[in-house]
């Protein structure tokens, strides 16, 4: 099993799953470059709106949202759980229109999996 990156508009890998909230510009909803979405795991709006207004701020932000993922009441965390049982039963492909991966949601995200045993 294992946890690879990847936007949303390259061809897919095994078991994509689309971690956006939003849903990414010029997309049909049948786009099977998509996969999986569980737009419920992604930062939240506050917190996406908030790193847009300050791009320059990626580690607070990636601590921000680790902190919105271990709420266990939070409204990542039936998301979370779902992906994280998805990636225990194989590779999974976290996919994202963000251009700049490194930037993205996307390795805290994977970092916050392989802490729960998803790697």
Known sequence: MSVSLARVYDDPGDGRVLVDRLWPRGMRKEDPRV?????????????????????DEYDAF???YRTELDDPDGI?????????DLAKNGDVE???ASKHIELSAL????DVL???GAD
């Open 35 to 55: 996969g999986h979405w569980l737009k419920d795991v992604a930062p939240s709006s506050d917190l996406r709106t908030w790193y847009h207004a300050n791009p």
């Open 62 to 64: 990636a601590a921000r």
């Open 76 to 84: 990542q965390a039936d998301a979370l759980t779902e992906l994280v």
């Open 94 to 96: 976290l996919a994202t």
């Open 107 to 110: 390795p805290t995200l994977a």
């Open 114 to 116: 392989s802490d729960r």
